[in-house]
Structure formats: structure tokens, C-alpha cells
């Protein structure tokens, strides 16, 4: 690895660090905002994602590295709208264009969150 990409991959991770910790900060839980699975079938995951209304869904392999996911992606009524994302934080900025493309309320439990972002 090179010393560029790896500080590349150290600012995804301060950038993740600090979204999880905004939601920690305002009393929401980072749950709601991002659901992680490791080494799961794909039908368990959209089993997963129906029973919330939206948010990032990351998917690590159990031995993966930290800021080294095999997929970021985003979903709305239990329907992945967007996948292969970069990054988590590149994930959040897109969640906003999501929901002012679609012209949809922020999700309750994630209402701070989103008015402070």
C-alpha cells in the first residue's frame, strides 16, 4: 500500500469517525442512520432493510479492516436506491440529495441529525 492511499484511507475513516460521533452527540443512535452486516446472504439483508424506512446499509466481511467495506450503499423503504458507494461519508452526502430528490421527510429518529448536516 502507498503512502498516499493510505492517507487517503485514514481521512475516510476521521470522516466516518465523525459522522458516527454527530449522531452519538445529539443523542440519535448511528443504527438508525447506518446498518452493518458482516458476511451475510444478500436475502437477509433485504429482509434486514424492509423493517426500516431509510438509511446506509454497509456490508464488511468479518475479517475485513476498519474504513474497508465491500459495499456502501443506501435504501429507502426497504429498496436499495443506491449501491457501490466510495465511501460512508460520500454515502450521507448522497442520503440528503436522496431525500430532496424525492422530496421525502427526514426519518424521525434521525431528525437532528439531518437539520444539523
Known amino acids: 500500500m502507498t503512502f498516499r492511499s493510505l492517507a487517503e ?8 469517525a465523525v459522522l458516527r460521533a454527530l449522531c452519538l452527540y445529539l443523542g440519535e443512535e448511528d443504527g438508525s442512520l447506518i446498518r452493518e452486516f458482516f458476511d451475510i446472504e444478500g436475502d437477509d439483508i433485504q429482509r434486514d432493510l424492509k423493517k426500516h424506512t431509510m438509511g446506509i446499509y454497509v456490508i464488511n466481511k468479518e475479517d475485513g479492516q476498519n474504513g474497508h467495506y465491500d459495499d ?6 426497504g ?3 443506491m449501491d457501490n458507494i466510495g ?5 450521507c452526502a448522497l442520503m440528503l440529495g436522496v431525500i430532496y430528490a424525492l422530496n421525502l421527510a427526514f426519518p424521525k429518529e434521525l431528525k437532528d441529525y439531518y437539520e444539523f448536516i
Not at 87 to 91: D, F, G, M, V
Request: no cysteine.
Open 9 to 16: 484511507s485514514d481521512v475516510k475513516v476521521k470522516r466516518e
Open 72 to 77: 456502501i450503499g443506501i435504501f429507502v423503504e
Open 79 to 81: 429498496e436499495i436506491v
Open 87 to 91: 465511501s460512508l461519508a460520500q454515502a
